[in-house]
């Protein structure tokens, strides 16, 4: 049982004997109500009040607290509560700050119960809390100032309406009353008399399982900051451990008044945990130890060295007591009688009386005469060593010779920094009296006097080995005892840590600190250190420091260095501190700061190792630092510092030096001296060496840093100890040992062997090869040192003991002994107490009758009082009782005829049965399965043997469940009826059998899996040999896994039959292999990759020599991967025998070859493309001569990566050794040849397929004949990319040697084939699919007959693409074998299925969908008039989508009432319109563009005359889809009213402009970019001059599509007005530029990403700009300080970023323990997550993890959804499925990676099914088709700064997007075009935005802190006006709710979701209490936000206002933007 708990089970037993019995009445709780002032908490299940702000703050525990909240469950909280099932069904401790006087799933609905809370000054609720607290805290000094009461009455649990009939009619009162002053706070639980009547909740998730959860009472202070990077639990205090103590909660208190429980809960000063309250002062019983809250003290503030009159010893236990006696006999040291002074009695009576219990006895001081702090030993009072530290309130007497004097606490000591000097020379430097303490400028001389020894005061081991650590022995000598670290461990004997482990330290800091002139307070702040003892880093971190202070501490690295000093890196000939000093000791330091001559203190206190065995240190600071200003960075040189060593002091003086860098002063240097000494318990009763008089320190790198926005001060230092004038990097100390660079594990000790060689081995209490170790549980084990009566706690690498419940340690501290709980008086006034080992008994008196709790006279009796099994079986049956059944599965006590618990108890659900004693407790050892024989209860008890190895580990199994259920599929070990292994063990879950030896160590060879005969274990095995090195490698690697499984993927060793390594080992999965010697090493130079013969590892070996520079460079790259995989597509340098780089070095990945030199440099002009013949590179370089134009071509291809990878699929021209063109070119990747002239210009007709032979470039060209129709066709085709790429996927028609169309065609990528004829038309009826015999097309054609209506209809469809290829998910109808339409048709894609006519046409009313019966086609139809032709027009548009959607985009004809054309016809999509004549066809010079007035189209026609040919060009590329479409993207030409070309031609896609002459043709040198002003076409031209290289380059590029497209994505060079390249070229997609010289190359170190500044390339040299630009890093972090409202809370991600901007390495979760590694562009290195405190792998001085080149970002659509939620979340867009409106977290998946972006807003295009979203690190908008494959498209990279919030105007096809860092509002078309600004005043930091699509109307919040608003307008600006202003905070979210036509917002500042009409009416609240949204959209009914508190995306139901789902990522972190994507568009999207 914890202290916390047995001391609360203590206090509730002993309180009943001396307090009346009587409980508090509700009448007597404090007063509660409306009428009291109180504010009444929302009716719900999981409500939180609002914030109740404190006039004043409080201390909880040592923590400050300015606000609380109330909530449902019965909790006050410090902060903001998550919800409810994050803590609910959860145990202490919490997360969160916690005062729980009844935690529980409690639901106030429907009017069941109230909650009620306020904070008052009220005079009369003061004192009743200031009396209460003086009864229950004697001695405490307090007068409250403010009061808090919370009060929850007759409030209900929650209840599934589903399992009972009705609700329950049990309800709880209670109330916890916070009282508290300026230093201190107490709390006050009150259960009145009728008050609890239910004990638990059920949890809502228990999966039918009748089980119920006891109520949670006391305090948890949540997470606190541990370390430097994490957090861990805070401590916690349980009042209640399970219901019989829920139960008692209102019998009986703590105060002396049943049901009034009083507890000291903060302290301003000191505070380390929960204090209850205790009536009557002290216990009686001896203190056992601590400083802090003793098992026999409630109040640590008062209750040692303090007066207790009314404190008397119990005569009766006087002579136990006598058993354990305090010093030994001596009777100067007995208790003091009755009202004596025991701080007195505690210490010697005179000062010639022998000394306490010590190990150094032998070395007595006097203090002086003014109170400083001790350079040497003090004498110490008779307390055991743990008790030497007081708190820090009460008075410490010391022995002054005669006389007496108070020490002050230490904050109050002045700092006295004492000078040691050296020892005389012919003294021993460790005698007592050989060196003199000088203490400011007073000397004081140690004693000289010899002390005489005797029997009589001989302090012995046997006396008082309890001194001890458990991790020593202790020895005798003649003067003394001495305590000795065990091996395996170190440290002075008091204080034994594990050898090699890392080490921590927490402790607290406080004292105050001027900077400059201003004081700063810091009141007991955390500090936590951690010490990787391998090497000798040490991180120290002090958290929560307030700002001016924390820039000025950063020089005081020597806060942090005392904890290098005593885990320092130990050199040959020294010892770290710790070895000398253990955990107990006082560090006194003076810092002077010049040339300010600032003084500053620092005492530093070690009290010992806690619980973990991590070492507590309480610094305290005090004194004037000078100011350094805020961002200011401190470098630290190294350095070494020398300490001298006395006998119990270490002193060194040194001076420093650092440099402070600020923006304001620059950079400035400054000095402090530090002067220190270090005092602790010296033991020189052993003889043996003392440690050398001088050691020095060097401290190799020194890192400090202030975090503003954690307000965390860290120092991380690596130190190495050594003899004084060594030089720890010196040749002599070259093992890796001494370095710190050995690849040991952190809990490890690197050896050092000879050389340069070492060994690892895992540290005491761990276990493994020293590579990796890992934890050894000594307590599963059986390696404990626990004794009877106790348990064994595991600790990393170490274990205690705690006593069993009924116990407590003895003197000995190490012994448990039974508790006599009868002191207390647990039993009835009328009862007598028999105590009994680890328990008692209570018995009524004679004439009474009862249980002994409750004893009742028998006169005049009737019915017996219930007795306790009777009140605990009816309690659970008490459903029984109003008519319901119990709770099934519940277990239900069985009482006898008298009451009593049956010996024998039976759970009537599981069939476990056991034996209990008479208060109903289990006897150990009597539980039996369901099936077997029941124990015989009546047999007395066996003596109880201790338990064996076996049983140990299978009751840690088997108990670790509350309910007593092994864990389902673990292992539990079976053991025989010795408790010892039985031989053969199987596993439950999984079926492996195996043997095992008496130890239960499985044995090798053994395992058998299920469904096998297992292993006969009686079988001796073969006498067993140890196991090897090889052999116990293999197995570690092979048994990590728990079920017996190797891990997959690891390289498992390879051992002979004798359990050598075999001489060659391969792994497995990669199939390297190589020779390894003796030890499993590796020998160098003998890996060989897959598939290559294996090197002879049976031949001897020569003399190893050391690696060369090649070695060293390829093994490096080799095994950057812990499990030995060489990294995939990285280049592997090539060494020969001699390890000298070969000549030839080739990447293996992309086949490149290329010459290097000695020092591995690539030497220029020697690289060669895969397939090429390779350089002679033994032949010398020939005089380098200018690069010629193929080889300037051919290196701007392969150069284009910054890898030096070739780019995939791209043609690399191929130079001859002259640098010429070779004759013949063939591209790589497709493999087609071709023949090119000298200027590497194809040569037409010689270019070949892939496999055909190649032309012969060398022969003489034949005259030339004109290229045939077919070889134009083909070339076409080839030759529309300018790279030389093939369009892949397009069909390349082929001709034969003539040039004339082969009869046979078939299209490369889809192998269709087809015959055609002389002109290359497709032969009807010839078309193959793949895979299908060709037809024979020599074939002489059967007489054809004329193609019917069908077949043209058919492969009209078929042919309507240029390059051969159908139209994906179009319609193509079905004809038979006579070519009529089949009279059933159906659609492939889409699965409709439908009726035709004779003419192909759709009967009305069969059209049927997928998965339903066709229609009988041949019944007839009734007679129906014939469709018109522009009903038949209108119908095939409209009829094309299965679900009755018009195409989008597709034109539809308009028909009047008699089917015929309306004369004006429109364009739904474009917004044309034109006339058209009876048949449909338009008429000419009739089309408006949208917005213009149409044409009256009954007005007569002019005579029309003939198309122009502008006419024509523009009606073909309007008219060339067969369904009526335009081309989208296509480039229409625009013609005058007279048909003619207009001179300013512009395509409305890309915004190119050009003028053109009448042909339409483009005239040199007018063409403009988008955004630029045209060219003035009127102009006439200058004559005209050639074209220059620029534009040659750009044109190529303009001009490679044939309908004038230019290629999306291409790089277009821009020239100047001569036709110069511009000096500053740009890309168009990315975004990026640089400077390019005369002939269009680019200048090195120019280029810039998008968004950064540009270099001026007009400056012959170019200049790094002024200022940084600002880093993603950075820029995300601004952000979302932005969004956290400029103070995020401590849960928050901010990311962390280094002075430059870059990531940090370490990336966490705010102040959390989730942290994780990242690279430099800020992305997580998988497989480092982790809730541990230190990762110091990701520390700075670690290189970075090795980057990859990035992928493609890919579109990867979710498949079979129709509804899904797009939502942001940073480098990524998720999508999440939606199954009705319930999000289906299963088929969630990433739809776009987008690294090194941050996608913030995000919108969606119902229409094209593309997804929108803004790029905050790129500042850019962009958009992606949702077609798997798509990649990103980037929109917009021009001015913008910090785009957030998006919407796409569907109807309109525009978007829209706010800018919050210029406050701005802009529009532009859906491609980019079009931008405009809307609003750029009256803006503060605008966020959200929607548009409404119906009615053309924009809606957007503005966080305007100081008036924040939500404001609308039309979407052409105008109308603007506030909707929304009042009662809103942050409004983040916005949304449009369609079914009401109402807009709704979720508020991060009011945490409410609302909704109100545009006008601003029927405004309403549809969730009240929200965590922290951020985006939100509305579907059926339900809204779905983003939420930042939760990171995950929840759901709320608009009718119900309740969360009704939530789906939580895998990755952790926030969640931005969400849309909602569908296959059609909704009705009213937006």
């Known amino acids: 049982m914890e202290r916390g708990v047995m001391l609360a089970v203590c206090l509730l037993c002993w309180s009943c004997s001396v307090c009346v019995v009587t409980a508090i009445k509700r009448a007597d709780m404090f007063p509660y109500g409306t009428l009291s002032g109180d504010l009444i908490l929302a009716e719900g299940d999981d409500e939180t009040s609002r914030v109740l702000s404190l006039p004043k703050p409080l201390y909880f525990y040592g923590s400050l607290f300015s606000q609380l909240y109330v909530a449902t469950n019965g909790i006050i909280s410090g902060q903001d509560l998550p919800m409810e099932k994050q803590y609910v069904d959860d145990g202490f401790p919490t997360d969160f700050p916690v005062v729980a006087p009844f935690l529980a799933d409690i639901d106030t609905s429907g009017g069941r119960g109230q909650i009620y809370y306020r904070v008052t000054e009220t005079p009369s609720v003061l004192n009743r809390v200031a009396q209460e607290v003086h009864r229950g805290f004697p001695d405490a000094k307090f007068t409250p100032t403010h009061v808090v009461v919370a009060t929850w009455e007759n409030v209900a649990a929650y209840e599934e309406q589903t399992r009972t009939a009705g609700p329950s009619n049990k309800v709880n009162t209670f109330q916890a009353v916070i009282g508290y002053d300026e230093t201190d706070s107490y709390v006050l639980f009150l259960y009145p008399e009728d008050g609890l009547n239910y004990f638990g909740t059920r949890p809502k998730e228990s999966y039918n399982v009748e089980i119920e959860l006891p109520a949670r009472v006391g305090f948890s202070r949540g997470e606190v900051t541990y370390l430097i990077f994490s957090r861990t639990e805070g401590p916690h205090y349980s009042v209640t451990s399970d219901e019989q103590s829920v139960k008692n909660l209102y019998q009986v208190g703590n105060t002396g008044i049943p049901g009034v429980w009083l507890f000291h809960t903060g302290n301003r000063y000191s505070f380390d945990n929960i204090v209850p309250a205790s009536i009557g002062g002290l216990l009686d019983t001896p203190p056992t130890g601590g400083h802090g809250l003793s098992l026999d003290s409630t109040t640590p503030e008062y209750g040692e060295f303090e007066e207790y009159p009314d404190n008397t010893f119990d005569s009766d236990n006087q002579e136990e007591e006598d058993d354990y006696p305090h010093t030994g006999g001596d009777p100067e040291f007995q208790p003091a009688p009755a009202g004596g002074d025991h701080s007195e009695s505690l210490q010697p009576a005179s000062p010639d009386a022998p000394s306490s219990p010590s190990e150094d006895s032998g070395n007595q001081l006097s203090y002086g005469s003014e109170d400083v702090p001790l350079t040497s030993e003090p004498r110490y009072n008779s307390e055991p060593a743990e008790r030497q530290y007081a708190p820090p309130n009460p008075p410490e007497r010391v022995p002054e010779g005669d006389a007496q004097r108070t020490l002050k606490r230490q904050p109050q000591v002045p700092l006295e920094v004492v000078d040691v000097y050296p020892s005389h020379r012919n003294e021993h430097p460790h005698s007592p009296g050989g060196h003199v303490v000088s203490v400011e400028g007073d000397d004081v001389d140690f004693d000289t006097g010899v002390i005489q020894y005797t029997t009589e005061n001989k302090e012995t081991c046997a006396r008082f080995q309890q001194q001890c650590s458990q991790n020593a022995f202790c020895s005798d000598y003649a003067t003394g005892f001495c305590c000795h670290c065990r091996p395996g461990f170190y440290g002075n004997g008091r204080h034994c840590l594990p050898e090699g482990a890392p080490q921590r330290v927490s402790g607290k800091v406080s004292g105050t600190v001027t900077v400059g002139s201003t004081p700063v307070e810091l009141n007991n702040i955390d500090l936590h250190a951690y010490i990787v003892v391998g090497d000798g880093r040490a991180y120290t971190a002090i958290s929560q420091v307030p700002e001016p202070v924390g820039w000025a501490l950063m020089p005081l690295a020597p806060i942090g260095e005392l904890f290098g000093w005593l885990f320092a890196l130990e050199l040959p000939n020294s010892q770290a501190g710790f070895k000398i000093t253990g955990a107990e000791f006082t560090r006194h330091a003076e810092v002077i700061f010049y040339p300010g001559n600032q003084r500053l203190s620092i005492v530093q206190t070690g009290h010992g190792l806690d619980d973990h065995n991590h070492l507590t240190v309480d610094t305290v600071v005090s004194g004037n630092v000078p100011f350094l200003p805020p961002g200011a960075e401190v470098t630290m040189d190294p350095f070494k510092e020398t300490y001298q060593y006395y006998p119990s002091v270490a002193t060194s003086s040194s001076v420093r030096e650092f440099s402070v860098v600020s923006a304001e002063r620059g950079s400035e240097s400054f000095s402090f001296q530090l002067k220190q000494n270090i005092t602790y318990r010296d033991c020189r009763h052993d003889n043996r060496a003392a440690v050398l008089e001088t050691l020095q320190i060097t401290m190799e790198r020194v890192f400090v840093m202030y975090v503003k926005e954690e307000r965390i001060l860290r120092y991380a230092i690596t130190n190495k100890i050594s003899p004084v004038r060594v030089d720890p990097t010196g040749p002599e100390l070259v093992n890796p040992c001494y370095a710190g660079n050995h690849d040991c594990d952190t809990t490890a000790q690197c050896i050092p062997l000879e ?311 391969c792994h497995g999965s990669t199939g390297h292999c190589w020779c390894v010697d003796g030890r499993g090493q590796e020998r160098a130079g003998t890996r060989t990759p897959p598939g290559t013969p294996s090197v002879d590892c049976d031949r001897p070996g020569e003399p190893e020599r050391p690696k060369s520079h090649c070695e060293h460079h390829r093994d490096g790259v080799q095994t950057t991967s812990p499990e030995g995989y060489p990294i995939v597509g990285v280049y592997v340098p090539q060494c020969d025998t001699n390890g000298q780089y070969t000549p030839l070095q080739c990447h293996s990945s992309t086949g490149h070859c290329w010459c290097v030199d000695s020092r591995g440099q690539e030497r220029a002009g020697t690289r060669t493309s895969p397939g090429a013949p390779r350089t002679d590179c033994d032949k010398p370089d020939e005089p380098v001569r200018p690069k010629t134009h193929c080889e300037h071509h051919r290196e701007r291809a392969q150069t284009t990566s910054p890898e030096g990878y070739s780019i995939v699929g791209a043609y690399v021209p191929q130079c001859d050794a002259d640098g010429q063109y070779t004759s013949l070119q063939c591209h790589g990747s497709t493999g087609h040849c071709w023949c090119v002239d000298g200027r590497g210009q194809e040569r037409a007709g010689t270019r070949t397929s892939p496999g055909t032979p190649s032309v012969d470039c060398d022969k003489p060209d034949e005259p030339e004949r004109p290229k045939t129709y077919c070889e134009q066709h083909r070339d076409s085709v080839q030759t529309t990319s300018p790279e030389g790429y093939s369009i892949v996927g397009a069909y390349v028609p ?509 919108a969606y295009d119902c229409k094209e099914n593309q997804v929108y979203w803004t790029d905050l690190s790129a500042r850019t908008i962009n958009r992606a088709s949702m077609a798997t494959g798509a990649e990103p498209e980037i929109l917009i990279n021009t001015n913008l700064v910090s785009p957030e919030g998006l919407a796409v105007d569907v109807k309109r096809r525009l978007m829209f997007w706010v800018d919050s860092n210029p406050d701005i509002i802009e529009s532009a078309n859906l491609d980019g075009s079009g931008r405009r600004t809307l609003f750029d005043t009256d803006l503060v930091n605008p966020r959200a935005i929607i548009v409404v699509s119906s009615t053309g109307t924009l809606y957007w919040t503005d966080w305007n802190r100081e008036a924040p608003k939500i404001e609308s307008s039309s979407v052409d600006g105008q109308n603007r006006r506030v909707v929304v202003s009042d009662g809103i905070g942050l409004p983040n979210a916005l949304t449009y709710d369609s079914s009401s036509g109402q807009v709704c917002w979720a508020d991060a500042g009011t945490k409410r979701l609302e909704c109100v009409s545009p006008d601003g009416s029927g405004r309403r609240v549809v969730h009240p209490s929200l965590n922290y949204p951020f985006s939100m959209v509305y579907y059926r009914n339900h809204f779905y936000y983003s939420d930042w508190r939760r990171d995950g995306v929840i759901a709320v139901n608009k009718d119900s206002s309740q969360i009704t789902d939530e789906y939580l990522p895998d990755q952790r972190s926030h969640l931005y933007g969400i849309a909602i994507a569908t296959t059609h568009c909704l009705s009213g999207s937006h």
């Open 1294 to 1802: 082929q001709c034969d040697a003539d040039g004339q169309y082969t009869s046979l065609q078939c299209h490369g990528s889809t192998g269709h084939c087809w015959c055609v004829d002389g002109r290359g038309q497709e032969r009807a009826g010839t078309r193959t699919s793949p895979g299908t015999p060709s037809v024979d097309c020599d074939k002489p054609d059967e007489p054809e007959r004329p193609k019917t209506y069908c077949e043209q209809h058919r492969d009209s469809v078929q042919t309507t693409s240029p390059e051969g290829y159908s139209i994906v998910g179009a319609y193509v109808p079905q004809c038979d074998a006579d070519g009529q339409y089949t009279s059933l048709q159906c659609h492939g894609s889409t699965g409709h299925c439908w009726c035709v006519d004779g003419r192909g046409q759709e009967r009305a009313g069969t059209r049927t969908p997928p998965g339903t019966p066709s229609v009988d086609c041949d019944k007839p139809v009734e007679p129906e008039r014939p469709k018109t032709h522009c009903e038949h027009h209108r119908d095939s548009v409209q009829t094309t989508s299965p679900e009755g959607y018009s195409i989008v985009g597709a034109y539809v004809p308009q028909c009047d009432a008699n089917g015929q054309y309306t004369p004006l016809q429109c364009h739904g999509s474009t917004g044309h319109c034109w006339c058209v004549d009876s048949r449909g066809q338009e008429r000419a010079g009739t089309r408006t563009p949208p917005g213009t007035q149409r044409k009256d189209c009954d007005r007569p026609d002019e005579p029309e005359r003939p198309k122009t040919h502008c006419e024509h060009h523009r009606h073909r590329a309007q008219t060339i889809s067969p369904e009526g479409y335009p081309i989208v993207g296509a480039y229409v030409p625009q013609c005058d009213a007279d048909g003619q070309y207009l001179p300013l031609q512009c395509h409305s896609s890309t915004g190119h402009c050009w003028c053109v002459d009448k042909r339409g043709q483009e005239r040199t040198g007018t063409r403009t970019l988008h955004g630029t002003q045209p060219k003035d076409c009127d102009r006439p031209d200058e004559p005209e001059r050639p074209k220059t290289h620029c534009e040659h380059h750009r044109d190529r590029v303009q001009t490679t599509s044939p309908e004038g497209y230019p290629i999306v994505g291409a790089y277009l060079p821009q020239c100047d007005a001569e036709g110069q390249y511009l000096p500053r070229q740009c890309h168009g997609s990315t975004g990026h530029c640089w400077c390019v010289d005369g002939r269009g190359q680019e200048r090195a170190g120019t280029r810039t990403r998008p968004g950064a500044p540009s270099v001026d390339c007009d400056r012959p040299v170019p200049v790094a700009p002024t200022q940084r630009p600002e880093s993603v890093c950075e820029r995300w972090r601004t952000s979302l300080i932005e969004h956290y409202g400029g103070k995020p809370d401590a849960q928050q991600y901010v990311p962390q970023c280094e002075p430059d901007g870059q990531f940090s390495p370490v990336q966490c979760y705010g102040e959390t323990t989730y942290c994780w590694c990242v690279d430099q562009d800020g992305r997580e290195v998988p497989g480092t997550r982790s809730h541990d405190v230190v990762k110091p792998a990701c520390l700075p001085s670690v290189a970075p993890p090795t980057v990859r080149p990035l992928p493609r970002p890919d579109v990867t659509p979710p498949t079979n959804t129709d509804i899904t939620l797009l939502y942001a979340q940073g480098q990524k867009i998720g999508a999440l499925p939606l199954n009705g409106t319930r999000l289906d977290a299963t088929r969630s998946k990433t739809l776009l990676t987008l690294h090194g972006s941050i996608v913030v807003g995000i």
């Open 755 to 1065: 050389g340069q060689v070492f060994q690892c081995q895992c540290a005491t209490g761990y276990r493994g090869d020293g590579h990796n170790c890992y934890d050894i549980n000594e307590c599963d084990e059986g390696l404990s040192s626990c004794g009877a009566h106790s348990q064994c706690v595991n600790l990393p690498g170490s274990h205690r003991c705690q006593c069993q419940s009924g116990y407590e340690f003895g003197f000995d501290g190490r012994t448990c002994v039974d508790i006599d709980e009868c002191s207390s008086t647990p039993c009835h006034i009328s009862a007598r107490c028999i105590n009994g080992l680890g328990s008692f008994l209570c018995q009524c008196q004679p004439g009474f009758y009862g249980d002994g709790f409750y004893c009742s006279q028998t006169e005049g009796q009737t019915v017996r009082p219930r007795s306790q099994c009777e009140q605990h079986r009816d309690r659970l049956q008490s459903g029984m009782e109003q008519g319901g059944p119990p709770s099934p599965g519940a277990f239900i006590p069985q009482c006898d005829s008298d009451g009593r618990y049956q010996p024998l108890q039976c759970h009537g659900s599981t069939g476990h049965c056991w034996c209990v004693d008479f208060r109903g407790q289990e006897r150990t050892g009597t539980r039996t399965p369901p099936g077997t024989a029941p124990k015989d209860c009546d047999r007395p008890d066996e003596p109880v043997r201790p338990k064996t190895h076996c049983e140990h580990h299978r009751d840690s199994v088997q108990t670790t469940s509350p309910g007593g259920y092994p864990i389902v599929g673990a292992h539990v070990p079976q053991c025989d009826a010795n408790g010892q292994y039985t031989p053969l063990q199987c596993h439950g879950s999984t079926g492996h059998c195996w043997c095992v030896d008496g130890n239960g160590q499985e044995r090798a060879g053994t395992r058998t899996p299920p469904g096998t005969t297992p292993t006969d274990c009686d079988k001796p095995d073969e006498p067993e040999r140890p196991k090897t090195h090889c052999e116990h490698h293999r197995d570690r690697v092979q048994t990590t896994s728990p079920d017996g499984y190797p891990v997959v993927g690891a390289y498992v060793p390879q051992c002979d039959a004798n359990g050598q390594y075999r001489s060659l080992q």
